[in-house]
C-alpha cells in the first residue's frame, strides 16, 4: 500500500468471507488503515483462526454468519453496530461456485445454492447495511464480483449467472442510494490465487491455459485487488457509484 492513507481511521467495516483468502487479506489491509472490521463466515473454527492470524486486538470481531438466512445476516449487523455504534462501509466478498458441467445439465438444488452463495446474500447484507447507512446518510458497498459475469467460462456458468447479477444489483442500488451518499461498486477479478481458486491454478495444463488468455501474463494475487477496494471504500470515490472495476490484467480486452 506504500503507506498511502486512505481515511478509514475508525470506520465500521464489514467483510463477508472475511475469514480466508481475499477477505482475509482485505481485512488486514483495512485493519492496517486504522478501521474497525467484522468479519464474518460460517464456520466458528474459520474465524478463531483469523481472528489468531490477524492478531485480535479491539478493533476486529468475527461473528458467525450464513449470508443466505436472513435471521443470521440481521444478527450479524445487529452485533455489529452494538460493537461499534453503526456500519460505514460493506464489503460482499462471499462467493461459491459448484463447477457444473453445463447450465442445462445443472439441476435445481445447484443452481440455488450457487445464486444463494452469490447473489442472494449479498441482497440480504447489501439491504440490511443500506438501511443502517441511509439513516446516517453516508456509506460505502463494494461487491467482489467475477470475470466470469461477463465472459461464459466452461463449468462456472450458474457462477457467471449469479455474479451477472450481482453487477445489475450494484447498478440499481447505486442508482436508488445516490440521494442518501451511499456510494456502490464492484471489483471483477480474473482467476484469484486463493483456496477458492485452488484447482484452477493448482493444475499446471489448466493454470497455463488460463495465463495464456490473461495479456499480463499472470494469474491474480490478493494484493492486487486491496488497493482498488481500499479506494472504493474511501472518501477519494465519494463520485464513483454503479461501477464494476475489472482487474484481470486485460483478459476483458482480449
Known amino acids: 500500500m506504500n503507506g498511502m492513507s486512505y481515511g478509514l481511521e475508525q470506520q465500521v467495516v464489514v467483510v463477508t468471507g472475511g475469514s480466508r483468502g481475499i477477505g482475509l487479506d482485505l481485512a488486514r489491509r483495512l485493519l492496517s488503515q486504522g478501521a474497525r472490521v ?3 463466515g460460517r464456520k466458528q473454527e474459520n474465524l478463531n483462526a483469523a481472528v489468531e492470524n490477524l492478531g485480535g486486538g479491539e478493533r476486529l470481531y468475527a461473528h458467525p454468519c450464513h449470508v443466505a438466512r436472513e ?3 440481521d444478527a450479524l449487523f445487529d452485533a455489529a453496530v452494538s460493537r461499534f455504534g453503526g456500519i460505514d462501509i460493506l464489503i460482499n466478498n462471499v462467493g461459491m461456485n459448484l463447477l457444473t458441467a453445463s447450465v442445462v445439465d445443472a439441476d435445481l438444488a445447484q443452481w440455488n445454492k450457487i445464486l444463494e452463495g452469490n447473489l442472494t446474500g449479498a441482497f440480504l447484507c447489501s439491504r440490511k447495511a443500506a438501511r443502517i447507512m441511509r439513516e446516517r446518510r453516508r456509506g460505502k458497498i463494494v461487491n467482489i464480483s467475477s470475470l466470469a459475469a461477463s465472459k461464459a467460462s466452461p463449468g462456472m456458468g450458474i457462477y457467471g449467472i449469479a455474479k451477472a447479477g450481482l453487477e445489475m ?3 440499481v442500488l447505486a442508482a436508488e442510494l445516490a440521494g442518501f451518499n451511499i456510494q456502490v461498486n464492484a471489483i ?3 482467476v484469484v490465487r486463493t483456496d477458492f481458486s485452488k484447482p484452477f491454478w493448482s493444475t499446471p495444463a489448466i493454470c ?7 495479456p499480463a501474463g499472470r494469474i491474480a494475487e490478493p494484493a492486487d ?3 482498488i477496494c481500499l479506494f472504493l471504500v474511501s472518501r477519494h470515490s465519494d463520485y464513483i457509484t ?5 482487474v484481470d490484467g486485460g483478459a ?3
Not at 497455463?208 to 490473461?214: N, P, R, S, T, Y
Open 169 to 171: 444489483l450494484t447498478q
Open 188 to 190: 471483477a477479478p480474473g
Open 38 to 40: 467484522v468479519i464474518c
Open 242 to 246: 454503479g461501477q464494476t472495476i475489472m
Open 71 to 73: 435471521g443470521d445476516v
Open 225 to 227: 485487488l486491496a488497493p
Open 252 to 254: 476483458s480486452a482480449l
Open 208 to 214: 497455463e491455459q488460463i495465463v495464456k488468455a490473461i
